[in-house]
């Protein structure tokens, strides 16, 4: 018995290991660096208020994944309509694979870390090798899925942990002062709570949860084959694991970032302030250092990108191989990465915004509603009258839009009016009326068509 608890304990460490390393990428890192710099003193209620959204939806959202007994998001979304189960999943990947995220894993460690070592006159060569070697790397892990769990839960992500701990005992042996003696910028201000939580719900990290979640259910389903109720207990473990090293980790870069203040001037972004405190404590040597640290990171959520998307779209275009389509895949990423980022990142931005509320409903709805999933009138309803204010929202952030003089004033009407728009949440409110409304609805129809007994 003492064997089989180990043995449970050490795949689900695995797990853990592995689903950390897929969702910890380069805005993971520089993210909370930037947050504590502009919090201040005021980095207590931030954290909270940051980690509370960027850590509490990703877990949740890879616990609905584990919960839902399908194989894949389009499969749990059946109960929304199969025309509709398909269009999302295919937005969803594509935004978060070669059109938007699988691009900025090699872009960014290369802009902040490692295009500084390169001559001005090669930065452009020097972004060619570094993605073309980037991809070509991550594309040969992806390309056996049964390789995966080996190569990021056991050898990258240690490696990754092994530096970035580094960093930190650095810090621990030499502090940079109280971050008491530090002052807040901006809305961190008088509203640091609200600002944190704002920034952890758009680090959008909901929406990998929704694809790398799948890549945790199929890994325990090939490695460890169980029934349904030990595959949901490995899955919750594996977050519970995940979403606690990261909060460990924001809570030191969010420190940290804080304390910087006393010894470097407030950056730009997460990305320059954290090349900088490498530089401070290991010297020269520093920005290989965080370059190598950065790249870790990047390189377990490309592999997790190309994974996810070419596992999906190698079963709905059946002529197609796996490999093939992770080739794809890759090559797309490297292409979009060297070629008119910027465009591809304005066209996506629409897309993430209008997808993100939706995304969020199937998370609570398969955790704290899965019941109703089983009535349509009640799901139909919900979801019609979110698509709705998920297209109202998107136009809200279309500059062409917003500036209309017709529509700026309802659009202010709706940030001033309705709660929680202000931060960015203002769709929940629907959500929870058409939940009502179709609830309301389906019950008239039962009551209606029962047959009466005289």
């Not at 949901?232 to 473990?237: E, H, I, L, P, Q």
């Not at 059946?318 to 093939?324: A, D």
Request: glycine share 8%.
């Amino acid at each position: 018995m003492k064997q089989t608890v180990l043995t449970r304990m050490k795949s689900r460490i695995v797990l853990a290991s592995l689903l950390f390393g897929l969702f910890f990428g380069a805005g993971n890192l520089i993210f909370p660096v930037n947050i504590g710099q502009l919090s201040g003193s005021n980095i207590a209620q931030s954290s909270f208020g940051f980690i509370l959204t960027a850590v509490g939806l990703a877990s949740l959202g890879v616990i609905v994944c584990g919960r839902s007994k399908a194989d894949s998001l389009e499969d749990m979304l059946q109960p929304y309509g199969r025309r509709y189960a398909r269009m999302f999943t295919i937005l969803l990947l594509l935004t978060i694979g070669p059109m938007f995220a699988l691009p900025r894993t090699a872009t960014v460690p290369y802009e902040v870390a490692i295009k500084a070592l390169m001559p001005q006159a090669n930065h452009q060569l020097g972004m060619f090798v570094y993605s073309f070697l980037f991809f070509g790397g991550a594309l040969l892990i992806a390309i056996k899925p049964s390789k995966i769990e080996v190569w990021v839960a056991k050898i990258i992500n240690p490696l990754f942990l092994i530096f970035l701990a580094v960093f930190f005992i650095m810090f621990m042996i030499n502090p940079l002062g109280s971050a008491s003696n530090t002052l807040p910028s901006g809305t961190y201000e008088t509203s640091a709570f609200l600002t944190g939580f704002q920034m952890g719900y758009q680090t959008m990290d909901v929406l990998a949860a929704l694809s790398f979640g799948f890549v945790i259910v199929q890994s325990t389903k090939v490695n460890h084959p169980e029934s349904q109720s030990s595959l949901v207990k490995d899955v919750v473990y594996a977050s519970l694991i995940s979403g606690g090293t990261m909060i460990f980790i924001y809570t030191m870069l969010l420190l940290i970032g804080s304390s910087s203040l006393n010894v470097l001037p407030v950056a730009s972004n997460g990305g320059i302030a954290l090349g900088q405190l490498f530089h401070y404590y290991f010297g020269s040597a520093g920005l290989i250092f965080f370059g190598i640290t950065i790249t870790f990171a990047c390189i377990t959520t490309a592999v997790g990108l190309i994974t996810s998307c070419a596992r999906y779209f190698s079963s709905i275009i059946p002529k197609v191989s796996y490999e093939l389509m992770a080739v794809v895949i890759a090559s797309a990423g490297f292409l979009v990465s060297n070629v008119g980022l910027e465009a591809i990142i304005q066209l996506s931005i629409p897309v993430l915004n209008f997808i993100y509320p939706l995304a969020i409903m199937h998370v609570i709805v398969g955790l704290a509603f899965a019941k109703l999933l089983d009535k349509k009138r009640v799901i139909n309803i919900m979801l019609g009258i979110m698509i709705v204010v998920a297209i109202f929202e998107t136009m809200m952030q279309l500059p062409l839009l917003a500036n209309q003089q017709l529509l700026s004033p309802i659009f202010t009407a709706y940030q001033t009016y309705v709660p929680l728009a202000s931060i960015g949440l203002g769709w929940l409110n629907f959500m929870i009326a058409g939940l009502c409304i179709g609830y309301w609805l389906q019950n008239i129809s039962n009551r209606n068509t029962r047959p009466n007994i005289t």
